[in-house]
């Protein structure tokens, strides 16, 4: 079964600093990459997504790393607030099917303390 | 806005007895949905794909006979949870994308179950 191992499992961070979350895949097919904003007893929310033909993406305060040759990808959450209190998930849909079909990492419980 | 709804948000039967759930998407034609099941602090774990006016495609592991899943019409897709147990318990979510943006995804809000 193809793998998202993600890390670490939580993570706690003073108000403005910069959260990071890692993960890594072990499957080359794969073509789109996201994360998802979880807060509790919610549904999860897409946050930012990557393809690998590029190393970077941001939006706001969210950047995504990409390193295609160590089949990794981070977020990156720069000046973290309290409002980023949430789990995060990454995720990898097999190339050509639904993101729906994904691949979802354990999640990172992230605590931003004011 | 929410782009798919999920009914309802909380539910707690007793042992034995089917509970339904719905998902919904409001603004757009779903051919295909999604529905997942998550535990405390844990990943999501896919369940099945729920296809319209055909038979719903069950995940490895997954009793097709325990989980009904009925996708009778383009923005409806529910869940039938049948003679549920305590081991039943847990938050189920659902999630579709729109026609043609198969990567981005729409999730349900939950519904947290609790089967006494």
């Known amino acids: 079964q193809q793998q998202v191992k993600q890390s670490p499992q939580s993570l706690i961070v003073q108000k403005g600093g910069i959260s990071i979350i890692n993960c890594a895949y072990e499957?080359?097919?794969?073509?789109?990459f996201p994360w998802y904003q979880q807060f509790p007893g919610k549904g999860p929310a897409l946050l930012i997504a990557i393809r690998p033909d590029v190393s970077e993406k941001k939006e706001g305060r969210f950047t995504i790393s990409f390193n295609k040759s160590a089949k990794q990808f981070s977020l990156h959450i720069m000046d973290s607030q309290p409002g980023d209190s949430a789990t995060y998930f990454c995720?990898?849909?097999?190339?050509?099917?639904?993101?729906?079909?994904?691949?979802f990492g354990d999640g990172t419980t992230l605590t931003v303390k004011p | 806005g929410a782009v798919v709804s999920q009914h309802p948000s909380r539910v707690i039967c007793k042992s034995g007895t089917s509970v339904k759930i719905e998902c919904r998407s409001l603004?757009?034609?779903?051919?295909?949905m999604f529905w997942y099941r998550q535990f405390p602090k844990k990943s999501l774990m896919l369940m099945a794909t729920s296809n319209e006016g055909s038979k719903a495609t069950y995940e490895q592991g997954v009793e097709k006979d325990k989980f009904l899943i009925n996708h009778a019409s383009l923005t409806l897709s529910t869940l039938t949870v049948t003679s549920a147990h305590p081991e039943d318990s847990s938050f189920y979510i659902c999630?579709?994308?729109?026609?043609?943006?198969?990567?981005?995804?729409?999730f349900g809000s939950g519904t947290q179950l609790s089967v006494l």
């Open positions: 999630s579709a994308s729109r026609p043609g943006g198969n990567e981005k995804l729409f």
């Open positions: 499957n080359t097919a794969f073509d789109y």
């Open positions: 995720a990898a849909p097999p190339r050509g099917t639904n993101a729906g079909k994904s691949t």
């Open positions: 603004d757009f034609q779903a051919t295909t």
